[in-house]
């Protein structure tokens, strides 16, 4: 957008995060049970409707929406098309997206993760410097590939 160029609307509000799974039930058991997510609602998508909505020709999804205090995360198992494949994004490829959650015990949430498959990237840290000072953090894998930030507040 050129600086002469008026914007005419505004961002409301930030809805969801969408994430792209291979199994939905997997998926679903860990943010439901492990991570504590509220399930909302399960919903089917097929037809011309889910194929213009998401620019992908033969498109029928299975999906289920769960919520958290200030975010809601929706788990979408694509049925079809048949050639759908599977990333290895690491979080330094083009491409690659996180979702960050604030937690309260960063170490009893890796305990709880440990046993559901998922799997840390990388070591918790303490942040030294910048906004987010004092913060432990940590990088964590789900058997998809998909990255999530844990943070922890200092105390």
Same mark, same amino acid.
């Given at each position: 957008?050129?600086?002469?160029?008026? $914007?005419?609307?505004?961002?409301?509000a930030a809805?969801?995060?969408?994430?792209?799974?291979?199994?939905? =039930?997997?998926?679903?058991?860990?943010?439901?049970? !492990?991570?504590?997510? =509220?399930?909302?609602?399960?919903?089917? %998508? &097929?037809? =011309?409707?889910?194929?213009? #909505?998401?620019?992908?020709?033969?498109?029928?999804?299975?999906? +289920? !929406?769960?919520?958290?205090?200030?975010h809601k #995360?929706?788990?979408?198992?694509?049925?079809? /098309?048949?050639?759908?494949?599977?990333?290895?994004? $690491?979080?330094?490829?083009?491409?690659?997206?996180? !979702?960050?959650?604030?937690?309260?015990?960063?170490? +009893?949430?890796?305990?709880?993760?440990? +046993?559901?498959?998922?799997a840390m990237?990388?070591?918790? %840290?303490?942040? $030294? &410097?910048? /906004?987010? +000072?004092?913060?432990?953090? !940590?990088?964590?894998?789900?058997?998809?590939?998909?990255? #999530?930030?844990?943070? %922890? /507040? /200092?105390?």
């Amino acid at each position: 957008m050129s600086t002469s160029t008026k $914007k005419t609307f505004r961002v409301l509000a930030a809805d969801h995060t969408g994430i792209t799974v291979g199994n939905l =039930e997997r998926s679903l058991a860990f943010w439901r049970d !492990v991570l504590g997510f =509220e399930f909302s609602h399960r919903a089917h %998508q &097929t037809g =011309e409707l889910a194929s213009e #909505i998401t620019g992908v020709p033969g498109a029928e999804i299975s999906l +289920a !929406v769960l919520r958290a205090p200030g975010h809601k #995360i929706e788990l979408l198992e694509y049925l079809a /098309p048949p050639e759908r494949r599977r990333g290895d994004l $690491k979080p330094c490829d083009v491409g690659s997206v996180h !979702v960050a959650l604030t937690v309260d015990d960063l170490d +009893a949430v890796l305990s709880s993760i440990a +046993a559901s498959g998922w799997a840390m990237a990388g070591e918790p %840290q303490t942040l $030294k &410097t910048g /906004p987010n +000072a004092g913060k432990r953090v !940590v990088y964590v894998r789900d058997p998809d590939g998909t990255t #999530i930030e844990f943070m %922890q /507040p /200092p105390a």
